[in-house]
C-alpha cells in the first residue's frame, strides 16, 4: 500500500480541524476538540472558531470566558491559550516541567534569578488570596516582599504559578489589561492529574496522524516517545512515501490528498501550523520565513490549496492582503468570500 504523501497529510490534518468544511458544533465544544486555542493576541481566537464553525457568534466564546467555562491561560509551549476549565486544570501541571525550563532560561527572569522560586511561588499566592491583580500591581507586591525588580518577579510568577487572565482580557469587543488570579480560586477547585495517554489519542484525533517529536512540538513537553511507544497496541502505525512511521488512531478518518481545501483566513497564532516538527504537511519550506517574526509571527494568514499562501491585515476596517503565489480564479472567488466573512466578523 502506497505511504501518505505530504497532500494526503494536509487534508487529513484540514479534516481532523474542520478546515476542510465548517462544521455547527457549539465553540466551547470546538475548543475542547482543538486541545485548546493559541491566544497570545486576544482576536486570533476568534478567527479560528470563525474558520471552523458555521454561523459563529463570537459572544459564545466570549461568555464562556465569563461563565469561567473557558479561561485564557498559560499553557503549551509557554503561551496564553484559551482552554475549556477542565483542561486548564488538568494541561498546566502536565506542562509545568517545560515550563520551569523556560523559566530558568528566559533572559526576562535573569534579574530574579537568585530569587528562590518556591520563595516567589509562596509570595505570589499569597499576594493574590485576596483576589486578582493587574499585573504591575502583582509585581510591585511582590518586588515589596522579595529582593528583585517587580517586572522580573512578575514574569517568574507567571511561569510558576497556574495563573488565569481574568476577565475582561480577551472578550469581545472589550478587552483589558492582563489581570492575573489563581487558577484554582477562578475555577473553585484544585488542578487535576492528567491521562497522558487520553490526551496522546485527542492530540491525534485533532492533529494526526503523528509522532512524538510532533506532540513535543505543540506542547515542548519532552521524553514523550516512550509513552506512544507504551501505546502501540491500542494505536496505528502508518507510513508516508517517504519512509516515516507515524501514529495515528485507530479509526480516524484520513483524506485523500487530491480533496479539495478551500481559502481559509486564519490568525497570526494557530496550532494547525504550530504543532508538528515537520511542518511540510502545511507550510511550503519557502513561505516559512514570510510568516515568521521576531515573535513569531508578522500578519494573519491566508489558506489556500491547504497551504500557507499569503498574509493579511486588518487596517482602516477593511481586510488587506499579502498573497505569496497568483491565485486561480476559484480560489479568488472564494478569497472574497471569506474576506466578506471576516469583515462582516469585525464590523457586525
Not at 60 to 89: K, N, P, Q, W, Y
Not at 133 to 139: D, R
Request: glycine share 8%; proline share 7%; charged share 25%.
Amino acid at each position: 500500500m502506497p505511504g501518505l504523501t505530504v497532500r494526503d497529510l494536509n487534508r487529513t490534518l484540514l479534516a481532523r480541524q474542520h478546515l476542510l468544511e465548517r462544521t455547527t458544533m457549539p465553540a466551547l465544544a470546538m475548543v475542547e476538540h482543538l486541545v485548546g486555542l493559541q491566544a497570545q493576541e486576544n482576536l486570533p481566537p476568534y478567527l479560528s472558531l470563525a474558520a471552523r464553525l458555521d454561523g459563529f457568534d463570537p459572544d459564545a466564546l466570549s461568555d464562556a470566558l465569563e461563565r469561567r467555562e473557558a479561561v485564557r491561560f498559560l499553557t503549551m509551549r509557554g503561551t496564553i491559550h484559551v482552554l475549556t476549565a477542565d483542561d486548564a486544570l488538568a494541561l498546566r501541571p502536565w506542562v509545568q516541567v517545560a515550563l520551569d525550563q523556560q523559566s530558568g532560561s528566559n533572559q526576562m527572569n535573569r534579574d530574579a534569578r537568585h530569587v528562590p522560586v518556591p520563595d516567589v511561588v509562596a509570595a505570589t499566592r499569597d499576594v493574590l488570596a485576596d483576589g486578582p491583580l493587574p499585573v504591575k500591581q502583582l509585581g510591585e507586591r511582590l518586588a515589596e516582599r522579595l529582593d528583585a525588580p517587580a517586572g522580573a518577579l512578575a514574569h517568574v510568577a507567571r511561569e510558576r504559578v497556574p495563573m488565569v487572565q481574568v476577565p475582561p482580557r480577551g472578550l469581545w469587543r472589550r478587552s483589558g489589561g492582563v489581570v492575573y488570579e489563581t487558577v484554582e480560586s477562578w475555577l473553585g477547585r484544585p488542578t487535576t492529574e492528567l491521562e497522558v495517554p487520553a490526551l496522546v489519542r485527542r492530540y491525534l484525533r485533532a492533529f494526526g496522524p503523528a509522532t512524538a517529536a510532533d506532540m513535543t512540538t505543540w506542547s515542548r513537553v519532552t521524553r514523550l516517545g516512550p509513552v506512544f511507544a507504551a501505546m502501540a497496541d491500542e494505536l496505528d502505525v502508518v507510513e508516508t512515501d517517504d519512509g516515516r512511521r507515524l501514529y495515528d488512531v485507530p479509526g480516524a478518518p484520513r483524506v485523500d490528498g487530491s480533496a479539495h481545501a478551500p481559502v481559509r483566513l486564519l490568525g497570526a497564532y494557530d496550532n494547525v501550523f504550530l504543532s508538528h516538527a515537520d511542518r511540510a504537511r502545511i507550510v511550503p519550506e519557502e513561505h516559512r520565513t514570510r510568516w515568521a517574526g521576531t515573535n513569531g509571527g508578522v500578519g494573519s494568514t491566508v489558506w489556500a490549496d491547504g497551504f500557507m499562501a499569503g498574509l493579511w491585515w486588518w487596517r482602516d476596517d477593511a481586510v488587506t492582503v499579502d498573497l505569496f503565489r497568483p491565485f486561480t480564479r476559484s480560489e479568488r472567488r472564494e478569497l472574497d468570500d471569506e474576506i466578506d466573512r471576516v469583515t462582516a466578523l469585525l464590523t457586525g
